[in-house]
């Protein structure tokens, strides 16, 4: 396996890996594009036989250059379990800790159980704040992205 930036024409090959996803919340073929294009330096692929298994899509903040975003993190349903998540994760970790990052930021839904202990078990925590309840052992916000989307923001330090 190799893990490398995302490159322009990888677009359409994340797009039709994210719809494999579920329950990660899928883009407009634009976004993944917009990924590729402008945020290569801080978006990853994981490759096997040529063939693109994972990706992690993320970006520096540009109104706090401090801040580092995780927009989407996917691995194929047939891989899992092979630590390819983590490498990815490892690596964008490694990249932004490069540009003096000191936290890292993500969403995900209440729902997706595996994706929560993935980022606890890597060291991020749930944001509790007044925006937030308590649902189960997760902090939620209500309508975070919308009528009826609520979220869970996940933070981790990197100072």
Do not use: W
């Amino acid at each position: 396996m190799n893990i490398r930036n995302v490159k322009e024409r990888d677009f359409t090959r994340i797009a039709e890996l994210a719809q494999k996803c579920k329950p990660m919340a899928t883009e407009r073929n634009s976004i993944y594009h917009l990924f590729t294009k402008f945020f290569s330096s801080t978006s990853f692929v994981a490759e096997k036989n040529q063939r693109i298994i994972g990706f992690l899509l993320g970006f520096i903040s540009q109104d706090n250059p401090k801040e580092a975003y995780i927009h989407l993190l996917c691995v194929h349903p047939r891989y899992r379990g092979e630590g390819i998540a983590s490498k990815l994760l490892g690596e964008f970790i490694e990249t932004v800790k490069k540009k003096n990052i000191r936290r890292i930021s993500l969403i995900t839904k209440p729902i997706n159980k595996k994706a929560i202990s993935f980022y606890r078990k890597h060291g991020f925590k749930d944001y509790k704040g007044p925006q937030t309840r308590k649902i189960g052992d997760v902090n939620v916000f209500k309508d975070y992205n919308g009528e009826r989307e609520d979220m869970v923001l996940f933070e981790k330090s990197l100072k």
